[in-house]
């Protein structure tokens, strides 16, 4: 999987901001919550069109980008 099967970015979207894949939703607001002290079930409580499903991908991809910049690194 990548992160354009779950996330898209169109300038005429939220200004072209990378939004979950058939929402309105920045994937920022993701990371922005979870910083913050939101949990999982919030997020979802407070942006339901964002299916679980993309936010486990996104998460797994982020971790497998993060690894891959570590193991690079060392």
Do not use: C, H, W
Request: proline share 4%; glycine share 4%.
């Amino acid at each position: 999987m990548q992160f354009s099967d779950v996330l898209s970015s169109d300038p005429e979207v939220v200004s072209g901001a990378v939004v979950f894949k058939g929402t309105r939703v920045p994937v920022e607001a993701l990371f922005e919550n979870l910083r913050s002290g939101m949990s999982l079930e919030e997020f979802f409580e407070n942006y339901p069109t964002v299916e679980r499903a993309q936010v486990d991908a996104v998460l797994a991809l982020a971790s497998q980008d993060i690894e891959q910049k570590i193991s690079r690194a060392a």
